[in-house]
């Protein structure tokens, strides 16, 4: 019985060791890299503005009636004349949406809150700050950037945090969805229903679009019912769009390494079993 030399075990078990641990060391710089891409949109928390929040974002004109000093610009954004969408600030845990609400053409717009006699709070988004608030049903309009350098056949995720909620004095249930376009592309979110006088808490979603030009126009409608009798209103923060890497890429890397790295421990193994044998 040939007996393995217990500094060939050692040596073995320090070069698996070390294996292992490249490849950790591999996994963990190719997720950080992924998840800390830099995203391709502009101002996506909607912190950015010109004039301020708690007021109806910029439409356009001459459909839009809102004066320059009434109505809010969010930088990197733009909605075509017509829309109403409207731009709620946060501020200690709480938000203006059920507490002095937002300004616009037709006066002020607040949402169902505890702070207004809702159902629900209506709770600060993940991402924090600004949030965007557009009635579905009512001067339907996007919120919508060009997207630049965009790499045509990749895909890209586009990934925000979405709520629905209901425009304070109005009864009724209603149903929101956002409609998502990069380009002649369009994905929908799942659609809320909600009881009346409610809101539905945040949600995470995460769609993937493939680029058909180097730059694209990134787009989010509301969607909603029953009508303007009963105003729904989808909320949007937390906007980022980012390349994706292609599918099996993080697998492949990570294959190809503990190939690497196995192939060179069966060397040093080899070249150490020659010498202890002579």
């Known amino acids: 019985m040939r007996v393995v030399?217990?500094?060939?075990?050692?040596?073995?078990q320090s070069l698996l060791k070390s294996a292992l641990l490249g490849?950790?060391?591999?996994?963990?710089?190719?997720?950080?890299?992924?998840?800390?891409?830099?995203?391709?949109?502009?101002?996506?928390?909607?912190?950015?503005?010109?004039?301020?929040s708690n007021l109806q974002i910029s439409c356009g004109t001459p459909q839009c009636s809102t004066p320059a000093t009434q109505s809010t610009t969010l930088n990197g954004w733009s909605i075509p004349a017509g829309g109403y969408s409207f731009l709620f600030a946060t501020s200690g845990g709480s938000t203006s949406a059920d507490q002095?609400?937002?300004?616009?053409?037709?006066?002020?717009?607040?949402?169902?809150?505890t702070n207004n006699g809702g159902v629900d709070a209506i709770t600060p988004s993940p991402d924090g700050g600004n949030f965007v608030a557009s009635d579905g049903a009512f001067q339907v309009q996007p919120i919508e950037q060009t997207i630049n350098g965009l790499v045509v056949g990749d895909s890209y995720r586009v990934s925000f945090d979405w709520a629905a909620a209901q425009q304070y004095s109005y009864t009724g249930p209603?149903?929101?969805?956002?409609?998502?376009?990069?380009?002649?592309?369009?994905?929908?979110?799942?659609?809320?229903?909600?009881?009346?006088?409610?809101?539905?808490?945040?949600e995470s979603e995460s769609l993937v679009f493939t680029?058909?030009?180097?730059?694209?126009?990134?787009?989010?409608?509301?969607?909603?019912?029953?009508?303007?009798?009963?105003?729904?209103?989808?909320?949007?923060?937390?906007?980022?769009?980012?390349?994706t890497p292609e599918p099996g890429t993080l697998t492949f890397l990570l294959t190809g390494g503990l190939a690497g790295f196995g192939a060179l421990n069966r060397r040093r193994l080899m070249m150490k079993a020659r010498k202890a044998a002579k």
């Open 5 to 12: 030399p217990s500094s060939l075990l050692g040596s073995r």
């Open 23 to 52: 490849v950790s060391s591999l996994a963990l710089v190719l997720s950080a890299v992924q998840a800390n891409a830099d995203s391709l949109v502009v101002n996506g928390s909607f912190e950015l503005t010109s004039n301020g």
């Open 100 to 113: 002095g609400g937002a300004n616009g053409q037709f006066g002020n717009v607040q949402l169902w809150g």
């Open 174 to 202: 209603t149903t929101d969805q956002w409609s998502v376009s990069l380009g002649g592309q369009t994905e929908d979110t799942p659609v809320i229903d909600l009881d009346s006088h409610s809101f539905s808490g945040w």
């Open 211 to 243: 680029a058909t030009s180097s730059s694209e126009v990134l787009s989010f409608l509301a969607n909603g019912t029953p009508g303007s009798s009963e105003p729904p209103f989808a909320l949007l923060d937390g906007v980022q769009l980012n390349q």
